[in-house]
């Protein structure tokens, strides 16, 4: 029997017999929290008053700036100090249970007069005083530290948050730890057991993904499926999801509930002799060795067939299944002689990991080829760089960072294929018609192939993903009919949802320069963003393959412009909101090139060639061809303004900010257009400020170029895209 | 009251006890003789409450042991091996034991462990394998328990100290009832202790027998017959075994001290007597009969 004051009086005991812990978590601790926040003060003391700060003097920058690191430093992806939580977490668990894996530390435990259920208690509760007193502690000096030199009392909060969502991590990491102990028998065990827990599951859902793009035409938005990675593993959780703070603590603290409920029911029923044998249970040896012969065998296959070709797959295949198996026959029996040991079962896990890459690889449920019942199909929605190639422009964000106090800018791709396709409805049915027989008869693999992803919305209410690798020349008439299509543009520009009455400011690039159109009168600004629109939505295939635009236009909605303000304001760089949000101004857009020219804005459909401007054509050939069989020609400078202008009418611009690619374009020889006096062309290679940059456009390569370098059909061919 | 009911316990494919019933009352000195791999020291743990049976039933003082810290709080268990913490002093190790067991009674662990001559403040790493076993013992007799379960631990006692071990055993048993149980492969270690002896072997218990009445119906008789005697006239006596040098005989009967005296005064001898039986002596008898070589079994 042991009454409350004896299990104190474990716990003091315990905590003794584990002295050392205590001074390696003060220690860590010490460097952690109260020396970082110090070289945080030292190194913001150091910092000058950046010349864009006007508003503020250096104290209080300097001040705001250690607050700042001292918040990120406590915050919920603050690195260092959850790699040390989650270190002490380990070895706190491995030391209060590891008796577990000696029979005579065990033996010694297990015949005292306490049950099992307070031992497992008194163990949590002294691992959670050797670590968090020495935190706390550490925590109070540094945050007083902190508030001395920031004046801030909100590193209060700050601090007792972080010691919070710490706390929390600790708990996860503990818990799981003290699972992996109590499920295994030495430390070999301990150590794959903790490997299981934290990668096994992370890894299945990387094989499934790999598995599915690999051998299938999958379109599920691969990045957002290995989320669930950091959601299956608590290691995973700890370091790498994306949640709030509130969601972290809660769901890290139930985790913990459930896991350390977990080990204590286990360790209740925890056979004392099973100390010193690689897994306690002997019930969870099969299920551990079946998953993981199957993953390893698995991987080693995609491996083999990924880096060199099927035949090393399946000999990857074979030396991964006889490996993962024989070591962990090694491992559960301690011997080296038992490594076949149940071969029966190892030849069932060879069998079904066969049948699964079989599944995959020869498409043995017809994913790939699947035609859904054109009769069922509701809409489609499509997105494909063969339609559309400037899609960054489009389908990115600048956001600022969430400390408004400086604020950045950081980039925010919407990069989810999958929620594009899922949110167009093209609806029209010849496209519907054609589509699925198109896609399944055209998939191919070559170097012009390019990826078009397909949404099938069926009338039943599902949607159907796939992929396909479409070769981009070849597909002419059917991808006219889909760009030309109003609901293809609709979803997939964004400028065609935006509201007139939200424009509050135009910019425009060129070829050369980026400006603000300098216009107040809204009504005109509108004028410009509805005529523009009408123009844009009307914009054919067939005009894009026939013409280049030399402009482009970026409408600034309010939201838009509430985002450079704050930027602005507090002296950030604004010059990453230039790189995005740009619509193509054609030729052909006489509306909109006669509204701009009110403003002043002349639309020059050439490039401007000045009297002392170079060119030089630098031939990437020869890294790729035997250039002297070739016998071509050293990188050729041009000087001649006739030859600049007839060698540029052949050409795309490339350095332009919108790229029309429908057309292919040959990467062989690269134009550099020099702004600079012919004297300074070997020196102007560098200044890319300076320097355009052209390809030819692969069908009006001008013959002299060709017979020049030499040029053969296969040649341009292969170089181009 | 310690009671065996039909004991089973498995090692994955290895059967350490096998249908083991027994009982061993109090104050007793039991002896559970075996040789390496009979299952002592799983028997033993199994009385601790370390391990748990696979079937069966353990009953100290009427209840289960396994996971019943009452029960617990009266049974001290010494390894052939006792672990204890690193860096740690004999006063250390006292210390924990006193947090374990309400009884512990520290003036008589000083006592005794100054009587063993060990140094309370000097780290038990530093003690040799024969100090460690001595601080064994005077921990688990200090902890004050009603039951002793020892694993070998005369095994690296020199003959001094387990002359004073068994003493120390022999105060307790009288002052307050200790019943110690000795596992041992060694009879000899037990000859002068044990008053009970259980003879366990591959995971059976052959038998468990009180030491004196063993020995109430065996005799030892070393005799010079005359010379027209012979050993063939003790007809009358159940001989198991004979022993000849020269002309002395050395001769083990079965049968009461009357008859065998009786017998013995019947027949012409130059000279007789009865001599003490050794323990192995009546193990080697008493194994006989059960059809097994008791030199097989132990030592």
């Known amino acids: 029997m042991i009454s409350k004051s004896l299990f104190f009086k474990l716990v003091k005991e315990d905590i003794k017999h584990r002295i050392w812990l205590f001074a390696i978590s003060m220690l860590s601790l010490f460097f952690a929290c109260p020396v970082a926040v ?40 603050g690195f260092y100090i959850i790699f040390v939580i989650t270190m002490l977490a380990i070895i706190a668990g491995v030391s209060g249970f590891a008796y577990l894996y000696n029979e005579r530390k065990t033996d010694f435990w297990h015949g005292m007069p306490i049950k099992r259920k307070r031992l497992f208690a008194v163990k949590i509760c002294s691992s959670v005083l050797i670590v968090w007193v020495p935190y706390i502690l550490m925590s109070i000096i540094a945050t007083a530290i902190a508030l001395v030199k920031t004046g801030r009392a909100s590193c209060i909060e700050v601090m007792l948050i972080g010691l919070l969502i710490h706390f929390s991590q600790f708990m996860l990491v503990y818990g ?36 599915f793009e690999e051998f299938h035409t999958f379109v599920e938005d691969g990045i957002k499926i290995r989320e669930i990675m950091y959601h299956v593993s608590p290691i995973m959780w700890v370091f790498y999801s994306d949640t709030t703070e509130l969601s972290k603590i809660v769901c890290s603290l139930f985790w913990t509930f459930i896991l ?30 079946i998953v993981s012969v199957l993953a390893v065998s698995i991987v080693a296959y995609f491996f083999g067939d990924r880096t060199f070709d099927t035949k090393w797959g399946i000999f990857a295949f074979i030396i991964g299944l006889l490996l993962s198996h024989c070591i962990i026959e090694i491992i559960y029996n301690s011997d080296f002689k038992k490594l076949f040991n149940h071969k029966l079962q190892m030849i069932i896990c060879g ?39 400037n899609q960054d422009l489009y389908n990115t964000n600048l956001d600022i960072s969430e400390d408004l106090e400086y604020p950045s800018v950081y980039y925010r791709y919407d990069d989810n294929i999958a929620d594009i396709t899922d949110n167009m409805a093209i609806t029209d049915e010849t496209i519907i018609n054609s589509l699925p027989d198109y896609l399944v008869e055209n998939d191919c693999v070559g170097t012009h192939t390019k990826a078009f992803y397909v949404t099938y919305h069926m009338k039943s209410g599902r949607n159907i993903r796939r992929l396909y690798q479409i070769d981009e020349y070849s597909s002419g008439e059917l991808m006219t009919m889909i760009y030309n299509n109003q609901d293809y543009k609709e979803a997939t520009y964004p400028i065609l949802q935006m509201d007139e009455s939200e424009i509050v400011g135009i910019n425009y ?37 026939k013409e280049n635009p030399t402009l482009c236009l970026q409408f600034k909605d309010k939201e838009f412009q509430k985002k450079i303000d704050i930027i602005r304001k507090r002296g950030g760089d604004v010059g990453s909101f230039n790189t995005i949000n740009y619509y193509p101004v054609y030729p052909s857009f006489t509306k909109t090139i006669a509204l701009l020219k009110e403003y002043g804005i002349d639309y020059n459909s050439k490039y401007e060639i000045a009297d002392n401007m170079q060119m030089k054509i630098i031939d990437y050939l020869s890294d790729s061809y035997d250039t002297d069989e070739a016998g071509r020609a050293d990188d050729y400078i041009v000087t001649d303004k006739k030859e600049i202008e007839e060698i540029l009418s052949n050409s795309i611009c490339t350095s332009f900010i919108y790229s029309n690619r429908i057309n292919p374009i040959f990467y062989g020889l690269e134009i550099q257009l020099y702004a600079s006096p012919a004297e300074d062309v070997e020196y102007s290679d560098y200044d890319y400020s300076r320097t355009a940059y052209f390809y030819f456009k692969t069908d009006s390569i001008p013959e002299y170029i060709k017979e020049k370098y030499s040029l053969t059909d296969d040649i341009i061919s292969n170089e181009s895209e | 009251m310690i009671e065996v009911r039909n004991l089973h316990k498995r090692f994955d494919e290895i059967v350490a006890i096998n249908d083991i019933s027994a009982s061993i009352g109090e104050g007793q000195v039991f002896g559970l003789i075996g040789t390496n791999g009979a299952g002592k020291s799983t028997l033993l743990k199994m009385l601790a409450g370390i391990l748990k049976p696979d079937s069966g039933e353990i009953l100290i003082d009427e209840m289960s042991v396994f996971e019943n810290p009452k029960v617990k709080s009266e049974l001290f268990y010494i390894s052939d091996d006792q672990f204890y913490f690193q860096n740690d002093t004999p006063d250390d190790m006292k210390n924990f034991y006193k947090t374990m067991y309400r009884k512990f009674d520290s003036e008589r662990f000083y006592h005794l462990i100054d009587g063993l001559g060990l140094d309370k403040n000097r780290k038990i790493s530093t003690f040799s394998k024969g100090m460690k076993k001595q601080l064994s013992v005077a921990l688990g007799v200090a902890a004050n328990t009603k039951y002793l379960l020892c694993d070998e631990t005369f095994d690296g006692l020199d003959p001094v100290m387990r002359q004073a071990v068994k003493s120390i055993f022999a105060n307790d048993i009288e002052q307050r009832g200790l019943t110690p149980i000795i596992a041992s492969h060694n009879l000899r270690e037990l000859e002068d202790i044990c008053d009970h002896v259980g003879l366990l072997h591959k995971g059976g218990i052959l038998f468990t027998r009180d030491l004196e009445d063993m020995k109430l119906g065996l005799h030892k008789i070393q005799c ?3 010379e027209e005697t012979t050993i063939d006239d003790l007809k009358e006596l159940e001989i198991l075994s004979t022993k000849q040098i020269g002309s002395i005989y050395t001769i083990t009967v079965r049968g ?17 007597e009865m001599v003490p039986l050794t323990l192995e002596e009546i193990f080697i008898s008493e194994t006989e009969v059960k059809g097994y070589d008791i030199k097989k079994l132990v030592l």
């Open chain 1, 509 to 545: 690039t060129t070829l050369t320069d980026i400006e603000h159109l300098k216009c107040d009168d809204k009504n005109k600004m509108r004028e410009l963003f509805e005529t523009y629109k009408e123009e844009f939505t009307d914009l054919t295939y067939e005009t894009r393959a």
């Open chain 1, 38 to 77: 110090a070289v945080f003060i030292s190194e913001s003391n150091n910092t000058a008053l950046p010349f864009y700060m006007k508003d503020i003097d250096l104290i209080t920058f300097q001040r705001a700036n250690i607050y700042k690191l001292f918040s990120c430093w406590y915050g919920i992806k």
């Open chain 1, 176 to 211: 799981t730890t003290v699972l992996v102990i109590i499920l295994t028998g030495n430390f070999v065990g301990g150590l794959c057991g903790l490997g299981m827990f934290s990668f096994f599951l992370p890894a299945v859902v990387e094989i499934g993904v790999l598995l």
């Open chain 1, 260 to 289: 350390l409920v977990a080990a204590e029911k286990l360790y209740e029923k925890r056979d004392s002799e099973a100390a010193g044998r690689a897994m306690a249970f002997r019930i969870t040896e099969s299920p551990i060795r």
């Open chain 2, 256 to 272: 009461t001290e009357e008859e065998v005296m009786d017998t013995m005064r019947g027949v012409d001898t130059i000279f007789f």
């Open chain 2, 224 to 226: 010079v017959f005359a």
């Open chain 1, 351 to 389: 069998a079904v990991a066969c049948v699964i890459i079989v599944i995959f690889k020869l498409d043995i449920f017809g994913y790939d080829t699947y035609r859904p019942d054109v009769a069922k199909i509701d809409s489609v929605g499509i997105n494909s760089y063969i339609l559309e190639n």
